[in-house]
């Protein structure tokens, strides 16, 4: 497989890779439980980078924008780690809009197949099998629509190309959702003090008591993301609906180019 760089190439990716870097100097999202810790509002332009450059370009531009956002700081080695979240995002969603030999649906949906089952490696898999109930919905959207998400994309009809904005917007949100939960279990312990597990479990506990839900019948790490899983839910149909109404209006612009990088 030959892949090569010109100058258009490099001169987009420092554009995007930029972009996240300015991007996260902004607030954020905080997450529940974990005091400082924040869900970057780069997450939102993930799918939009893969779309508009393609799944190895665009997983590059991504990969560059989150190391350079890391050590500007403050930087944690858990930020460092969570850098191939929002690559596997951008591969993903370039995989979907792309017809190439190799970086095409078939992989986009491999990787969301793969996270997705990797979830019932951990240790809390099977104590949440329902957990990545919305992960599996995209891979099921994904298997839908296959290769026509392409189509979607190139079509001058506003609501297809609004339908294949948002499914691969959706699937690389997923991706980067399960690819964060992935790490941040395999840090519990190591780089995230179990301490601040039960401190997140106790927060979510009092949020949920606050509007009248019982006791979640969960505890550890299972209660945690049992408990996230409605804000979880809630939080990436807003960033899809985002990303969607991005992306779909620069490929509006862009008219009958639609994409940055051609594959």
Same mark, same amino acid.
């Given at each position: 497989?030959?892949?090569?760089?010109?100058?258009?190439?490099?001169?987009?990716?420092?554009?995007?890779?930029?972009?996240?870097?300015?991007?996260?100097?902004?607030?954020?999202?905080?997450?529940?439980?974990?005091?400082?810790?924040?869900?970057?509002?780069?997450?939102?332009?993930?799918?939009?980078?893969?779309?508009?450059?393609?799944?190895?370009?665009?997983?590059?531009?991504?990969?560059?924008?989150?190391?350079?956002?890391?050590?500007?700081?403050?930087?944690?080695?858990?930020?460092?780690?969570?850098?191939?979240?929002?690559?596997?995002?951008?591969? %993903?969603?370039?995989?979907?809009?792309?017809?190439?030999?190799?970086?095409?649906? #078939? /992989?986009? *949906?491999?990787? $969301?197949? =793969? &996270?997705?089952?990797?979830?019932?490696?951990?240790?809390?898999?099977?104590?949440?099998?329902?957990?990545?109930?919305?992960?599996?919905?995209?891979?099921?959207?994904?298997?839908?629509?296959?290769?026509?998400?392409?189509?979607?994309?190139?079509?001058?009809?506003?609501?297809?190309?609004?339908?294949?904005?948002?499914?691969?917007?959706?699937?690389?949100?997923?991706?980067?959702?399960?690819?964060?939960?992935?790490?941040?279990?395999?840090?519990?312990?190591?780089?995230?003090?179990?301490?601040?597990?039960?401190?997140? %479990?106790?927060?979510?506990?009092?949020?949920?008591?606050?509007?009248?839900?019982? #006791? /979640?019948? *969960?505890?550890? $790490?299972? =209660? &945690?993301?049992?408990?996230?899983?409605?804000?979880?839910?809630?939080?990436?149909?807003?960033?899809?609906?985002?990303?969607?109404?991005?992306?779909?209006?620069?490929?509006?612009?862009?008219?009958?180019?639609?994409?940055?990088?051609?594959?």
């Amino acid at each position: 497989m030959r892949f090569s760089l010109g100058t258009k190439e490099i001169a987009l990716m420092s554009v995007f890779a930029a972009l996240i870097v300015m991007i996260t100097r902004l607030p954020g999202i905080p997450i529940i439980g974990f005091p400082g810790s924040k869900i970057e509002l780069s997450v939102v332009i993930y799918p939009v980078i893969g779309i508009l450059l393609g799944a190895q370009i665009g997983a590059i531009s991504v990969l560059v924008g989150n190391f350079l956002s890391w050590l500007i700081p403050t930087s944690t080695l858990l930020g460092f780690l969570m850098i191939p979240a929002g690559v596997l995002a951008a591969l %993903v969603a370039g995989s979907l809009r792309s017809n190439h030999r190799i970086f095409n649906w #078939k /992989l986009g *949906f491999a990787v $969301l197949a =793969a &996270l997705n089952v990797s979830w019932y490696l951990t240790p809390i898999g099977l104590d949440a099998p329902f957990y990545p109930v919305l992960h599996w919905a995209a891979l099921a959207l994904v298997a839908l629509f296959r290769g026509n998400l392409r189509t979607f994309l190139e079509s001058n009809s506003r609501s297809r190309l609004l339908l294949g904005t948002g499914v691969c917007s959706f699937a690389a949100l997923m991706s980067d959702s399960m690819a964060g939960n992935l790490i941040f279990i395999c840090a519990v312990g190591w780089i995230v003090p179990l301490q601040s597990v039960l401190n997140a %479990v106790v927060s979510l506990g009092v949020f949920w008591a606050k509007l009248g839900i019982p #006791k /979640l019948p *969960f505890t550890g $790490l299972t =209660a &945690l993301f049992m408990g996230a899983l409605v804000i979880m839910a809630i939080e990436r149909t807003i960033m899809t609906v985002i990303s969607t109404l991005i992306g779909s209006a620069l490929l509006r612009l862009l008219g009958k180019g639609r994409y940055l990088v051609s594959s």
